[in-house]
Each structure stands twice: as structure tokens, then as C-alpha cells.
């Protein structure tokens, strides 16, 4: 199938339209009839025992129909909402998943979480209500640093996972004892080791709309509906109906204003909402604010690893040791202890042939919102790893850091390539890919703009980074054609859209393939009546998956066409070929219009001569792809303030065959923009002893704003995969994954002196003029 593929010209995104003249329905855009509001009671405290809850206030305020504790869900059946994949920890440890709940019970494990829910006439009423919630707390030792978590004497929090360990990896399949003692002894007696700890600090998601949610009941039937602004209507479904104890549950997400992972699961307001809903008999409405978004929102990254890469007398890499430790947050939140170790490792060795590997790491419990999926969820920080060791090595061999990774690359004659991890890359050409990186980003001139910035009294750095990512650890997926009676054709999609542009590339799929006007196609998601089995828009994903599970329902559908044309054109229908919206008699002008033969086979149908139209539904499965590419980024620093100013930034990216290249452009660029909110800005930092959240608003929270941001020139180099009919490769997190060790690797090329070699992201202006200050000083 790759040659009915081409990259497209640059066309407007179909969504664009009716967003910008506000047509979109956003949660808050669709009030139901008789709606109510939500507000959630949260805790003040990090760790507390609750003693008591007097709500009797509150349900004597005036709008108030009801408010709801831990006892309504208990009533309800309503237990642990945490659904984790079972995993195996060192030595077959099974994973202990902590108790979740709708509302908390007996204790509070970290701020922000519910505790009671107010249902009202109106959301000011039920916010006025909330506060009169008088909770009786105890308050208890509370633990929020990683580092700490696992000491002798810190808090426990949970009394059946000892020491705070959650989860204790001991590597892939392949990190056997043998291959340990192989690494250990390789770094032993190396030429040359370089040892680093680096660290991914903790951020929050905060994409633009936050979380909401709108639950209905039909008493008649029994039955619930649940509109949320969700990464995958399918995939909340099926944890809801778990939770619910019942499958008479619809969920319906529609427009949704970003979701960088955070959206992908379901959070313990949702199954609330729905006990609330069915207790007052009416929709029952809760957006979450800016401040509630800090503290439940799942947050991404906060873990430290030590780092060690062997190499010989030549540059050559020998060897790599990583020991991580993540914090996973009070609870569970999917995909949880994968992040860190399964999605991370199948990361390296990045684009370099390092023969031995070992990767471990442990997993531990805090005090602090649970850490989820966040833009890259493992990829960003195992490729950050690579590129700083790689700078760092350089930096201490003498070896020029592009030929350096030159010797190290694995050539394109090695493909497929069986990595140490258990892994094949099927394909890719990483010595062109970065040959590509160094001509776009002028490479070879660079030291006359470093030395005309010196002569504005300026500190330029340029970083390189290499990076190579997973996508498609979810499979399968469905897509359906359905032919209504008015001459179109909708497009169901199982995946739901979170802004990627789904309906403006999957639409012109079909578009192109059967040759149809772009006003008969249109697009439907995000509604599990559907019955469209997939995974939610996660892990650059959805680009392989759907558009295989497309390509294979147009396949299916022109077969039954062929037929149904065969009869209407008495022929055979081995004679039978489409083209441009028509079947036709083979070597004759004999020819019937695709919505014509859509119409006869209902027709047929309807008189019992056929048991199917052309109406189709197809599951298809997809096999892992391996996006990867080369950013290049140039900084100036100025040395007397510490303010970092990113002056170019250059992308060359093979995400395999590109469907709509405009889309992957701006998914890049959207991606580089998050690595640099969290290189230079970005952290979330929760008080020492008491476990508050320190930057619980944007007075304390840093974003990258546009004066941040340079021209970020994008160029593709399109490898075409194997692992799926069209070529596709993913790409929604390859801004973020290769935007962090082109951004550091930058700012601490250039200040002087190596002084910036153990310098922690974010690189804000404080932490670098004291690198610089360093630098000078030893110059």
C-alpha cells in the first residue's frame, strides 16, 4: 500500500473553521436541560487521617440538593477506581495497587484530593457550599521528595508496601545476570567512564481546557451517560463500567482543548459525578478550575537516574548503566510504574550501537499528586539520558561531539537491528538523518555566530540531540465506513481527538483512496454506542493505528462493492476495478458510482438477498515503529542576568510516511515548545514537611510564552516503516523527546568552562548566571 500514499500538499485543517468562529462544544459549550453544578471538597493536608466530616451546614445552604461522602460511595459500590496493567516486579513481585476512592474514607494522601462532593442549582451555590464542609483531620507525617521516600525513617504510607517501594524493576527480559556481570565488568575496565545523575523534574500537564466532566442517569433504564473531556472514550468506558459495577454506561467526549496524557484515564471525580447523578435524578456538571487542576491533575516525569557510558581509547561506546528512581505520586495512576521503566528502556540505545545495556529502577510512593502520562511518558527522559552522557563524554575524551556520535551511530546496513533491550528496529537511517540535522542547522558556520555573539557580550551554546523513540505499544484498533442515505460517507473513529488534526488526516485517507469530494466525507469519534474497540490518542499512536484500521475497512468495503457493481453491471466481479469514486467493467465505459452501489446493497439487504452493505467495521493490529530524528539548538546567554535566549532551532525528523506533513509540522513544534517550557521554566515544587504545593497557580508555575519560542524550522527524512501497510511511523511526542537534550546540551555548551556540566533543568536565570559566574572565574 505505500505507493496510494504520497505526502500531501499543505491543505487547511477541516476542524479550523468552526473552532475559530466558536462552533466547537468544549465541555462547558453543551448545558443539559435541568443540569446542576458539581464542587469538590479537597484536602488542605498532604497526609492526614480524617476524623470526621459534619456536612449538615453545607446541606442547609441555599441551592443545595445534596452532598456526597465516602459513605454515598460505599452505598453505591463504589470501590478502587485504579486500573493498572499487571506487572511483575524483581523477583515476581506483584504489583500492590493502594486503595483509590471516589471520595477518601479514612485518610487523605495528598492535597487536593476529594473528599466530598456539593451538588447545586448553580456552580457559585455549590462552591459557596463547599466551604461550609467542616472535615475533622488528623494530621500525620507526610513525605513528598523521591529520594526521601525510601529512608529508614520516613512516613509510610501504605502498610503493605514496605519502605514506600511500589515497584522494584530489575530490567527487560534480557537484563539476566550474565548480561549484568557483563556490563559491570565492561565499565570496570573501560578507557574511559562517564558518570552523571540527571534529573527529570516534576511538571504538571495544564493543558488549556482543564478536566470536566457531565453525568446523567436515566432511571428507566437504569443506565448512565458521561460526557468528559477525555483522551478516549472507549478507554474510560471500559474502566468506568469496571468501577460501576454495570455496562449500561455511554461516554461521549467531543472537542477537547489538549490532553499531553493527563486526559487518558479516569480520575475519581467521573464515577462521583455518576453516583451524584443518578441520587439527584438530573445532569449533574463539574469543570475543574486552574488551582483544583494543580492539585488532582496527574503530573508527569519527577524522577533522578544515575547514569554511567563506557567507552574505549577510540570513543567507541561500550557499555550503559542506568539506575532510576521515579516518584510515582499517593496513587496508581495509569499507565503508572511503565513510564519509568518498560516505555522508558525501550528507548535504547537511542540511535547508538552499544552492545551491553543494563537498566534498573525502583518506583516509589510520596505524598504528592499521582505521576501519570505526560507528553512522552518515558521517551524524553531516556533520550535525555543518552544526550547529556553523550556531550558529557565528549567533553571529557576531547572528541569532537559530532564525530563522536558519527562513529557511534548504527548504520543503516544493519537494519532490522536487534537492540540489547530485546527489540528490532525495522528500519531507519540515522547517519543521514543527522547529516541532514547538521546542514539545516548550518553546522559548519556555527563558530562565527558564537563569535559574533562574544561581541555583543553574549554566551552562544549550541546542543545536538539524537533521539529515537517507540510508538504503537497499543495495538489494536477499529475504524468504520458507514454510507447514510444523503450521498456521504462518515468515518468512525475509535480514537478520540485531543487537537491533533484526526479529522482533516483521516478524512483525506478515504478522500484520496476512493476518489470522493471532500464535501461527501466527513468524521465521527469520541462516542462509545460506536462499539469501536481502541486505545485512547496516546504514545504517538494514533497515526499508525488508524490509518491501517482505514486502509483495511476501504479494502473490505470495495470487496463487497466489487459484487453488488458486478450484479448491477452484469459482469463478473473479478472484472470489476474502482477508480475515482466508480467501479467500472474492466476495458469498458460500463460504470456504476460508488454511492449508487451503496444505496443498492441496502436495498438488497432490505429484500433478504445480501447479509451486508457496504457499511464496514474493521479491528486491525499494528506492530511497534520507531520514530526518530536530530534537533539542533543554538542559545545566547547573557552571563550578567542568566537569561537564556533560544535563537534557532532546527528539527529533521523521520516519522516514516507522512499523511499530512502540515499536521506533523505543528505536532512538532507544539512538542518542542513543551521540551522547552520544561528546560527552562517548568517545575512543581511542594513545601518541605507539610506537603503543600508550592506553584498551585501561574504567579508560581513558569510557561513558555511566545516570546520564548524562535522560529523552529522543520525538515522531514522519511524512512518508511515496515510494521504497518502505509509506512507510518509516530510523531505527537518527537518535538518533546528530542527538544531537552538539544535545549541543555545548548545552554551548557555555552557557558564557559564546562561549568555547566551538572546543571538541572529548569535552566532558570538564577541557576545559570551562577553557572556562568563559575565558568568566568575559572577561565
Given at each position: 500500500?505505500?505507493?496510494?500514499v504520497?505526502?500531501?500538499?499543505?491543505?487547511?485543517?477541516?476542524?479550523?473553521?468552526?473552532?475559530v468562529?466558536?462552533?466547537?462544544?468544549?465541555?462547558?459549550?453543551?448545558?443539559?436541560?435541568?443540569?446542576?453544578?458539581?464542587?469538590?471538597?479537597?484536602?488542605?493536608?498532604?497526609?492526614?487521617?480524617?476524623?470526621?466530616i459534619?456536612t449538615?451546614?453545607?446541606?442547609?445552604?441555599?441551592?443545595?440538593?445534596?452532598?456526597?461522602?465516602?459513605?454515598?460511595?460505599?452505598?453505591?459500590?463504589?470501590g478502587?477506581?485504579?486500573?493498572?496493567?499487571?506487572?511483575?516486579?524483581?523477583?515476581?513481585?506483584?504489583?500492590?495497587?493502594?486503595?483509590?476512592?471516589?471520595?477518601?474514607?479514612?485518610?487523605?494522601?495528598?492535597?487536593?484530593?476529594t473528599?466530598?462532593?456539593?451538588?447545586?442549582e448553580?456552580?457559585?451555590?455549590?462552591?459557596?457550599?463547599?466551604?461550609l464542609?467542616?472535615?475533622?483531620?488528623?494530621?500525620?507525617?507526610?513525605?513528598?521528595?523521591?529520594?526521601?521516600?525510601?529512608?529508614?525513617?520516613?512516613?509510610?504510607?501504605?502498610?503493605d508496601?514496605?519502605?514506600?517501594?511500589?515497584?522494584?524493576?530489575?530490567?527487560?527480559?534480557?537484563?539476566?545476570e550474565?548480561?549484568?556481570?557483563?556490563?559491570?565488568?565492561?565499565?570496570a575496565?573501560?578507557?574511559?567512564?562517564?558518570?552523571?545523575?540527571?534529573?527529570?523534574?516534576?511538571?504538571?500537564?495544564?493543558?488549556?481546557?482543564?478536566?470536566?466532566a457531565?453525568?446523567?442517569?436515566?432511571?428507566a433504564?437504569?443506565?448512565?451517560?458521561?460526557?468528559?473531556?477525555?483522551?478516549?472514550?472507549?478507554?474510560?468506558?471500559?474502566?468506568?463500567?469496571?468501577?460501576?459495577?454495570?455496562?449500561?454506561i455511554?461516554?461521549?467526549?467531543?472537542?477537547?482543548?489538549?490532553?499531553?496524557?493527563?486526559?487518558?484515564?479516569?480520575?475519581?471525580?467521573?464515577?462521583?459525578?455518576?453516583?451524584?447523578?443518578?441520587?439527584?435524578g438530573?445532569?449533574?456538571?463539574?469543570?475543574?478550575?486552574?488551582?483544583?487542576?494543580?492539585?488532582?491533575?496527574?503530573e508527569?516525569?519527577?524522577?533522578?537516574?544515575?547514569?554511567?557510558?563506557?567507552?574505549?581509547?577510540?570513543?567507541?561506546?561500550?557499555?550503559?548503566?542506568?539506575?532510576?528512581?521515579?516518584?510515582?505520586?499517593?496513587?496508581?495512576?495509569?499507565?503508572?510504574?511503565?513510564?519509568?521503566?518498560?516505555?522508558?528502556?525501550?528507548?535504547?540505545?537511542?540511535?547508538?550501537?552499544?552492545?551491553?545495556?543494563?537498566?534498573?529502577g525502583?518506583?516509589?510512593?510520596?505524598?504528592?499528586?499521582?505521576?501519570?502520562?505526560?507528553?512522552?511518558?518515558?521517551?524524553p527522559?531516556?533520550?535525555?539520558?543518552?544526550?547529556?552522557?553523550?556531550?558529557?563524554?565528549?567533553?571529557?575524551?576531547?572528541?569532537?561531539?559530532?564525530?563522536?556520535?558519527?562513529?557511534?551511530?548504527?548504520?543503516?546496513?544493519?537494519?532490522?537491528y536487534k537492540?540489547?533491550?530485546g527489540l528490532?528496529?525495522?528500519?531507519?537511517?540515522?547517519?543521514?538523518v543527522?547529516?541532514?540535522?547538521?546542514?539545516?542547522?548550518?553546522?559548519?558556520?556555527?563558530?562565527?555566530?558564537?563569535?559574533?555573539?562574544?561581541?555583543?557580550?553574549?554566551?552562544?551554546?549550541?546542543?545536538?540531540?539524537?533521539?529515537?523513540?517507540?510508538?504503537?505499544?497499543?495495538?489494536?484498533?477499529?475504524?468504520?465506513l458507514?454510507?447514510?442515505?444523503?450521498?456521504?460517507?462518515?468515518?468512525?473513529?475509535?480514537?478520540?481527538?485531543?487537537?491533533?488534526?484526526?479529522?482533516?488526516?483521516?478524512?483525506?485517507?478515504?478522500?484520496?483512496r476512493?476518489?470522493?469530494?471532500?464535501?461527501?466525507?466527513?468524521?465521527?469519534?469520541?462516542?462509545?454506542?460506536m462499539?469501536?474497540?481502541?486505545?485512547?490518542?496516546?504514545?504517538?499512536?494514533s497515526?499508525?493505528?488508524?490509518?491501517?484500521?482505514?486502509?483495511?475497512?476501504?479494502?473490505?468495503?470495495?470487496?463487497?462493492?466489487?459484487?453488488?457493481?458486478?450484479?448491477?453491471?452484469?459482469?463478473?466481479?473479478?472484472?470489476?476495478?474502482?477508480?475515482?469514486?466508480?467501479?467500472?467493467?474492466?476495458g469498458?465505459?460500463?460504470?456504476?458510482?460508488?454511492?449508487?452501489?451503496?444505496?443498492?446493497?441496502?436495498?438488497?439487504?432490505?429484500r433478504?438477498?445480501?447479509?451486508?452493505?457496504?457499511?464496514?467495521?474493521?479491528r486491525?493490529?499494528?506492530?511497534?515503529?520507531?520514530?526518530?530524528?536530530?534537533?539542533?539548538?543554538?542559545?545566547?546567554i547573557?552571563?550578567?542576568?542568566?537569561?537564556?535566549?533560544v535563537?534557532?532551532?532546527?528539527?529533521?525528523?523521520?516519522?516514516?510516511?507522512?499523511?499530512?506533513?502540515m499536521?506533523?509540522e505543528?505536532?512538532?513544534?507544539?512538542?518542542?515548545?513543551?521540551g522547552?517550557?520544561?528546560?527552562l521554566?517548568?517545575?512543581?515544587?511542594y513545601?518541605?514537611?507539610?506537603?503543600?504545593?508550592?506553584?498551585?497557580?501561574?504567579?508560581?508555575?513558569?510557561?513558555?510564552?511566545?516570546?520564548?519560542?524562535?522560529?523552529?524550522i522543520?525538515?522531514?527524512?522519511?524512512?518508511?516503516?515496515?510494521?504497518?501497510?502505509?509506512?507510518?511511523?509516530?510523531?505527537?511526542e518527537?518535538?518533546?523527546?528530542?527538544?531537552?537534550?538539544?535545549?541543555?546540551?545548548?545552554?551548557?555548551?555555552?557557558?564557559?568552562?564546562?561549568?555547566?556540566?551538572?546543571?538541572?533543568?529548569?535552566?532558570?536565570?538564577?541557576?545559570?548566571?551562577?553557572?556562568?559566574?563559575?565558568?568566568?572565574?575559572?577561565?
Amino acid at each position: 500500500m505505500l505507493d496510494t500514499v504520497k505526502t500531501p500538499a499543505r491543505v487547511l485543517r477541516v476542524e479550523d473553521d468552526y473552532l475559530v468562529r466558536g462552533h466547537g462544544r468544549y465541555m462547558a459549550d453543551d448545558a443539559k436541560a435541568g443540569q446542576v453544578y458539581a464542587a469538590f471538597v479537597r484536602s488542605s493536608y498532604a497526609h492526614a487521617a480524617i476524623k470526621g466530616i459534619d456536612t449538615e451546614a453545607a446541606r442547609a445552604a441555599p441551592g443545595v440538593l445534596a452532598v456526597l461522602t465516602a459513605a454515598d460511595m460505599d452505598a453505591a459500590n463504589v470501590g478502587n477506581i485504579t486500573r493498572h496493567p499487571p506487572v511483575a516486579g524483581r523477583g515476581g513481585a506483584k504489583l500492590v495497587v493502594p486503595p483509590r476512592l471516589p471520595l477518601a474514607k479514612d485518610r487523605v494522601m495528598h492535597v487536593g484530593q476529594t473528599v466530598a462532593l456539593v451538588i447545586a442549582e448553580t456552580a457559585v451555590q455549590a462552591v459557596d457550599a463547599a466551604e461550609l464542609v467542616a472535615v475533622d483531620y488528623d494530621a500525620l507525617p507526610s513525605v513528598t521528595d523521591l529520594r526521601e521516600a525510601s529512608d529508614a525513617g520516613a512516613p509510610q504510607l501504605w502498610p503493605d508496601i514496605p519502605n514506600n517501594l511500589s515497584f522494584d524493576w530489575p530490567g527487560p527480559e534480557t537484563n539476566t545476570e550474565a548480561n549484568i556481570q557483563a556490563v559491570d565488568k565492561t565499565i570496570a575496565g573501560a578507557k574511559q567512564v562517564v558518570r552523571m545523575s540527571i534529573l527529570n523534574q516534576r511538571i504538571s500537564g495544564v493543558p488549556m481546557e482543564p478536566r470536566g466532566a457531565t453525568a446523567s442517569h436515566d432511571a428507566a433504564t437504569d443506565s448512565y451517560l458521561l460526557r468528559v473531556c477525555s483522551q478516549g472514550a472507549g478507554p474510560v468506558r471500559e474502566v468506568v463500567t469496571s468501577i460501576m459495577g454495570t455496562d449500561k454506561i455511554r461516554v461521549i467526549t467531543e472537542d477537547v482543548g489538549g490532553g499531553f496524557g493527563l486526559k487518558g484515564g479516569v480520575y475519581p471525580e467521573y464515577p462521583a459525578l455518576l453516583v451524584a447523578a443518578k441520587q439527584v435524578g438530573r445532569p449533574v456538571h463539574w469543570m475543574s478550575t486552574r488551582s483544583e487542576a494543580f492539585t488532582s491533575d496527574n503530573e508527569g516525569r519527577d524522577s533522578v537516574a544515575d547514569c554511567e557510558l563506557a567507552l574505549d581509547e577510540k570513543g567507541k561506546f561500550l557499555a550503559l548503566r542506568i539506575r532510576v528512581i521515579s516518584n510515582i505520586g499517593a496513587f496508581l495512576a495509569p499507565p503508572g510504574v511503565l513510564i519509568q521503566t518498560a516505555s522508558m528502556s525501550r528507548c535504547l540505545p537511542a540511535m547508538y550501537d552499544i552492545p551491553l545495556i543494563d537498566v534498573q529502577g525502583i518506583c516509589v510512593h510520596t505524598n504528592t499528586v499521582p505521576v501519570g502520562a505526560y507528553r512522552g511518558a518515558g521517551r524524553p527522559e531516556a533520550n535525555y539520558f543518552m544526550e547529556r552522557l553523550v556531550d558529557e563524554a565528549a567533553r571529557l575524551t576531547g572528541i569532537d561531539r559530532v564525530e563522536l556520535r558519527k562513529q557511534n551511530l548504527i548504520p543503516a546496513k544493519s537494519m532490522p537491528y536487534k537492540t540489547p533491550m530485546g527489540l528490532t528496529y525495522d528500519s531507519g537511517d540515522f547517519a543521514a538523518v543527522f547529516k541532514h540535522a547538521l546542514e539545516l542547522g548550518q553546522y559548519d558556520s556555527y563558530k562565527q555566530r558564537k563569535t559574533e555573539s562574544a561581541k555583543r557580550g553574549k554566551l552562544r551554546g549550541l546542543g545536538i540531540s539524537c533521539f529515537l523513540e517507540h510508538s504503537g505499544a497499543t495495538p489494536f484498533e477499529s475504524a468504520s465506513l458507514v454510507f447514510p442515505d444523503d450521498g456521504s460517507l462518515i468515518v468512525g473513529l475509535g480514537v478520540t481527538s485531543n487537537g491533533q488534526g484526526h479529522a482533516t488526516v483521516f478524512s483525506r485517507l478515504v478522500i484520496d483512496r476512493l476518489g470522493l469530494d471532500p464535501a461527501q466525507v466527513a468524521t465521527r469519534h469520541g462516542d462509545t454506542d460506536m462499539a469501536l474497540a481502541g486505545g485512547p490518542a496516546v504514545g504517538s499512536r494514533s497515526g499508525q493505528s488508524v490509518s491501517t484500521a482505514i486502509t483495511r475497512a476501504v479494502d473490505v468495503m470495495l470487496d463487497k462493492g466489487r459484487k453488488i457493481a458486478g450484479q448491477m453491471l452484469e459482469a463478473s466481479d473479478a472484472d470489476i476495478e474502482f477508480a475515482d469514486g466508480q467501479f467500472q467493467v474492466m476495458g469498458t465505459d460500463r460504470r456504476v458510482a460508488l454511492m449508487d452501489v451503496a444505496k443498492h446493497a441496502k436495498e438488497m439487504k432490505a429484500r433478504g438477498e445480501i447479509t451486508e452493505t457496504l457499511d464496514t467495521k474493521e479491528r486491525v493490529d499494528t506492530g511497534l515503529t520507531f520514530p526518530n530524528g536530530c534537533h539542533l539548538a543554538e542559545v545566547e546567554i547573557d552571563p550578567d542576568t542568566g537569561h537564556v535566549d533560544v535563537v534557532s532551532y532546527k528539527a529533521v525528523d523521520d516519522s516514516g510516511v507522512l499523511l499530512n506533513r502540515m499536521i506533523v509540522e505543528g505536532q512538532v513544534m507544539g512538542g518542542v515548545a513543551q521540551g522547552l517550557g520544561q528546560v527552562l521554566l517548568e517545575r512543581t515544587v511542594y513545601s518541605d514537611g507539610d506537603g503543600q504545593i508550592v506553584t498551585a497557580s501561574f504567579m508560581d508555575y513558569g510557561m513558555p510564552r511566545a516570546h520564548h519560542l524562535p522560529q523552529i524550522i522543520f525538515e522531514d527524512h522519511a524512512v518508511p516503516c515496515t510494521t504497518n501497510p502505509l509506512g507510518v511511523k509516530g510523531v505527537g511526542e518527537a518535538g518533546t523527546t528530542g527538544s531537552l537534550g538539544a535545549l541543555m546540551n545548548a545552554i551548557i555548551d555555552a557557558i564557559p568552562n564546562g561549568a555547566g556540566s551538572n546543571l538541572d533543568m529548569p535552566a532558570t536565570p538564577e541557576r545559570v548566571w551562577q553557572a556562568c559566574q563559575a565558568g568566568l572565574a575559572a577561565a
